[in-house]
């Protein structure tokens, strides 16, 4: 425990400077940032079972980002790696009004990709956790001992409700710098588009709870964030249908993103 402290307190120390624009996505829900004009940014997502999910984001103007993603299951590890689909997905984020200081910031998007394996079965074509699909945020930041940002967004998938789940969905998350290179992320997703689904054959049986997850990140040198992410933390899904017993749906994720100009 000692020697762990005394590594935190390194990196606190010998940190770098914090990144130049404001957080795009918390662990997995988005914000109201966008990247600036003229950079990208390549970032890759190591996910439970060997996953992994590489993403690529454009700031095409100072208001609009665009960026496709392409999931690999059982990337690392045994067995024969899996894609998710034959196409990439779409990620697109339009900024409606800039943050004053007396209104956030709002924004509108659109993003396709969703979280762990894509089932494709007759019937039933979705992710494990649906995709946000269209979605309009609203996002406030403090200056608090460092920056503290607020983050609300409501949104409806229109492309993976053939389980009968249609509802709008609403989400929210906290940002908080600790200094200029570490970040604490939280975030509650009440999946009501996903809360329907009782599939013992497909493991996909949800409780009704919503998704909590949690994670830091650390900006590592001026061009690179490192993440570390627990999701399902109040364990929405906990079925195992090949055993009959509850399993630990709680998982950690590591994410490592980098920018440049173009």
């Known amino acids: 425990m000692k020697k762990l402290l005394l590594v935190i307190l390194l990196c606190l120390t010998f940190a770098q400077d914090g990144q130049p624009y404001p957080p795009l996505d918390l662990v997995s829900v988005p914000t109201a940032g966008t990247l600036p004009k003229g950079v990208f940014s390549v970032e890759t997502l190591l996910m439970k079972d060997g996953g992994i999910l590489p993403k690529m984001l454009f700031g095409i103007t100072e208001k609009f980002t665009f960026g496709v993603s392409f999931g690999v299951q059982q990337f690392i590890g045994v ?22 200081s007396t209104l956030p910031a709002i924004l509108i998007g659109l993003n396709t990709q969703g979280k762990g394996s894509f089932i ?17 945020m609203a996002s406030r ?10 983050h609300f967004g409501l949104n409806k998938n229109t492309f993976e409700n053939n389980d009968g789940d249609e509802d709008v969905n ?19 997703n009440f999946a009501r588009d996903d809360d329907e689904v009782n599939d013992t054959e497909l493991e996909l049986v949800r409780l009704g709870k919503g998704y909590l997850n949690a994670g830091i990140r650390w900006a ?19 079925y195992n249908s090949s055993t009959d017993d509850e399993f630990e749906s709680m998982n950690r994720e590591v994410k490592v993103i980098y920018y440049e100009y173009f």
């Open 220 to 238: 590592a040198t001026d061009n690179l964030l490192l993440e570390i992410n627990v999701n399902d933390i109040l364990k929405n899904s906990v």
């Open 141 to 150: 930041n403090w200056n608090a001992l460092g920056n503290l940002g607020f």
């Open 79 to 100: 067995g024969d790696m899996e894609k998710n689909k034959s196409a990439p997905e779409v990620q697109m984020k339009y900024r409606l009004y800039d943050e004053s």
């Open 120 to 136: 494709n079965r007759p019937g039933f074509e979705r992710y494990e956790q649906k995709a946000m699909g269209l979605y309009v």
């Open 170 to 188: 609403l989400f929210f998350g906290i940002d908080k710098e600790i200094n200029d290179s570490f970040s604490l992320l939280m975030e509650y």
